[in-house]
């Protein structure tokens, strides 16, 4: 891997690590969160910092450059991360109808009763 | 007699920004003998305060949730009032409250009634193309002759809210009672009712479309 590339990948790591911490001081997500996504990043850092550590299971996989590894990767990574992100949305999107449809009528029911 | 029949029949109408036409409608179904609800959905128009105006019983959702979320309200409360047979209609002027007897006559010889626009030049031409394949994919999937799938305007008998009950918060509900329907064999008729249309950019777009037919997939896919 070029050290250009290294380098852009290290920064952009370390700026993901800072915007992590940052969201966490924030209370944006809790502990779990923040130390699963800064494992995320540093496992990234690690990735792009020494890439001839994955040579093992790219020989195995039978790929063989290490970008298509890492857009391999990235892909069934962020396939994961959609899925899941699918079945969060679909849940509050039931307790929100739940909340505004309760509300609706106790609302309406309130106003009749006066 | 007048009394009892008035207390078992709920039109439900789900509305948003529909302030111009909502207060014929409602008239229209209190005309018919029927206690209306009206669901605003988010309107930010005076939908609300007209519905009300004409007489209607009306609920509020604070945020705009779809048209399968609206109904489902209305049919909660009207359920909750001693519904016994229900009718769905939309609130944009397109369906004739005076239709309302055909609906309650097809509930004297089925569990639901579905109403169906004829395919003619009165409806716009995307409109009849896409209600045509949803029509013709609904029938290989579902095995039912369901001439107008994405007509919002039923009568359904209360008893079988519960096995119609949809998930579906916007448009897709039309389709997904249909699935419902066929899977569990729930006695159907279906009746003809005039083409109206008003607004011709208001309504299921191409987009719904693509995610009605999804859905058909899906529900055939999960039974």
């Not at chain 2, 409360?77 to 409250?97: F, L, M, S, V």
């Amino acid at each position: 891997m070029t050290y250009t590339l290294k380098i852009i990948g290290i920064l952009f790591a370390a700026a993901m690590i800072y915007l992590t911490f940052l969201n966490f001081k924030r209370r944006s997500y809790g502990k779990k969160s923040f130390v699963l996504w800064l494992l995320v990043w540093l496992f990234f850092m690690f990735m792009v910092t020494f890439p001839e550590t994955a040579y093992g299971i790219m020989s195995g996989l039978g790929i063989q450059r290490t970008v298509d590894f890492f857009v391999m990767g990235g892909l069934l990574f962020f396939s994961v991360m959609i899925f899941y992100m699918y079945i969060s949305v679909k849940r509050i999107e039931k307790k929100v109808e739940g909340i505004v449809r309760r509300d609706a009528i106790m609302s309406h029911e309130k106003k009749a009763s006066k | 007699m007048k009394d009892n029949k008035k207390q078992s029949i709920w039109a439900i109408i789900p509305a948003k920004n529909e302030q111009e036409k909502i207060a014929g409608v409602v008239a229209g179904c209190i005309k018919q003998n029927a206690n209306v609800v009206v669901v605003d959905d988010g309107s930010d128009d005076n939908t609300a305060y007209a519905a009300e105006k004409a007489g209607a019983v009306v609920l509020r959702h604070k945020v705009n949730l779809g048209k399968g979320s609206a109904l489902k309200t209305g049919c909660v409360y009207a359920i909750k009032k001693g519904a016994k047979e229900i009718i769905t209609i939309d609130a944009d002027g397109q369906h004739r409250p005076g239709d309302i007897p055909k609906f309650l006559d097809g509930l004297k010889k089925s569990d639901i009634v579905f109403g169906y626009r004829k395919l003619n030049r009165d409806m716009p031409l995307l409109l009849r193309i896409g209600n045509w394949g949803i029509y013709f994919i609904t029938k290989v999937l579902f095995g039912v002759n369901i001439l107008d799938t994405q007509c919002g305007y039923r009568a359904f008998k209360a008893e079988i809210f519960e096995k119609i009950k949809w998930e579906s918060l916007d448009y897709s509900m039309e389709s997904e009672v249909i699935s419902k329907v066929a899977k569990k064999r729930i006695s159907y008729t279906q009746t003809e009712i005039d083409t109206i249309y008003a607004d011709r950019y208001k309504g299921t777009t191409v987009i719904d479309g693509i995610k009605i037919v999804l859905n058909i997939l899906w529900w055939r896919i999960t039974g």
